[in-house]
């Protein structure tokens, strides 16, 4: 990764991979609750900037190298690239949902970052536009429409079934499965 960063972007891109190698080393041990919080806060410096104006392209799911090296995206980029590395801290998938929300105050579609600290819990929300992790109970500015992540999908809809689970192979979800295929090939 380091090397991608360094030849396709930049110094400073290599030194932000630097940074979140250094900062995986030193939350390995953490408990989850020091993982969440500087994984956040990591990201949440980065630059907003939307994917027509950043990429060209109306919706792009960037990889976790492409938000480093570049460092801007969307509320979909600080989203994966917290998620992955979440994962490499050994975060349970099963814990971490990508979830699509309404953003109230902006009436905008909207991603967060939901970890849930049990199964049946209220699941604590990752965000860039609120950098304090809070309880979704707390966020009444946001309303969930769904939560996926590689195993699952969960629908919000009361209507489509609230809390159903439905297996990923049974979904499609094509930028999901475009931008696993861009991290593979990375």
């Not at 993982?35 to 950043?54: A, G, I, P, S, T």
């Not at 990752?126 to 769904?146: E, F, G, Q, S, T």
Request: glycine residues 4%; proline residues 4%; negative net charge.
């Amino acid at each position: 990764m380091l090397k991608h960063l360094k030849t396709h972007y930049s110094e400073d891109a290599y030194r932000r991979g630097l940074a979140i190698n250094r900062l995986i080393e030193e939350l390995y041990r953490e408990d989850i609750d020091v993982q969440l919080r500087e994984v956040n806060r990591f990201f949440n410096h980065f630059e907003y900037r939307e994917d027509r104006d950043h990429w060209g392209e109306e919706d792009y799911w960037a990889t976790p190298s492409e938000f480093l090296g570049t460092h801007a995206g969307d509320c979909e980029d600080f989203v994966v690239a917290k998620y992955f590395t979440l994962r490499r801290l050994g975060v349970p998938d099963e814990r971490l949902y990508l979830t699509y929300v309404k953003a109230l105050e902006q009436d905008v579609a909207h991603m967060v970052l939901s970890y849930f600290p049990t199964p049946s819990s209220i699941p604590q929300i990752l965000d860039n536009y609120n950098p304090m992790i809070l309880r979704a109970d707390k966020r009444r500015d946001l309303l969930p429409v769904y939560s996926f992540n590689a195993h699952s999908l969960f629908l919000s809809n009361a209507s489509a079934g609230l809390g159903r689970s439905l297996p990923t192979d049974k979904i499609k979800n094509s930028k999901w499965t475009r931008l696993l295929e861009d991290i593979r090939k990375e």
